[in-house]
Structure formats: C-alpha cells, structure tokens
C-alpha cells in the first residue's frame, strides 16, 4: 500500500536524524564540546517540536482506528493499537522534557544528554514496532482500497499543518 510506504519513508527519514543526534549526544557526553554542532541539535529539536508530530496524526487517523475495527474493537482502540497510542503519548511528553532540558543545556548538559536518550531509545523502539508488528499487520488484514482515502488524508494533515 502506498500510504503505508510513505510512513515507512517518515520512519526511515527519522531514523537518519536519530543516528546523527545520537552521535551529538555521545560527544557531549564525553565531554568533546568542540566537535559539537549546535546548530545541528537546534534544527533537530525544531523538527521533534513541529513537522515530526504530522507522522503520528496521520497514523492516529487512518491506520489505527481501520486496526482498531478490523480487531474488533468497533469505535475504540484495541489490541496493539492501545500500546502505539500509549507510546505516541510517552513520545510527546519525553519529547517536552528533552526540549526544556535543552534550555538548560549551558548550565546543566547531562539532564538534556538523559532526556535525549531516554527520547532516542523509545522512538527507535516504537518505529521497529510499528515496521516488524503494526504495518504487516495492515498490510496482510485490512482492504487495500484505503489507500486512496489513507493518501488523501495525509495530503490534508499536511497542507493544514501551521508548521515552517
Ligand atoms: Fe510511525
């Protein structure tokens, strides 16, 4: 399905920028400040702060609740569907602490190095998931002929986003 390719693309675009940010936060950590590019930590946490969350809408609006009934659990969320929602909602408030512990970052760098870690591990974490469990999932049990409808939605999250 074509829309389940295009998160697949998100997940792996989101891949490359953890690697690189995971680098910056080993440097940090071992104390390597010179070699540490801080516009590249600033353009990272804008992106967890703004475009990235238009991934989770559009999985929150189409996949998960077509899951959801194809499961059995008619209007409301069920199955593994419940654990990738549980784990969209750690995502945003880890991502809250690792953004504020980033304006402390000059006077204390190791509660922003455990945030983005802690923040790091759990997306990886969640997208292998989602490829391994989730998609097959809906690739092998739901009707393809969303794929139009799914790629329409996606369209609209995006032209609707206020996001620069
Ligand atoms: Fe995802």
Redesign the pocket.
Known sequence: MKSIDS?SE??NEVLKILETFYQTIEKIEDGKDKDIDRKSIKRTLHFFNSKFWL??DK?EQTIFPELSIYIGGGGKPSGPVVVMLDEHQMLRESNKKMQLAYKNFKTNSNIFTSEARNFTGLLRQ??RM?EEMLFPMAVNSLDHSLDSEWLKMFELIERNADIS
């Open positions: 998160l998100d997940h991934h989770f999985e969640h997208i989602e």
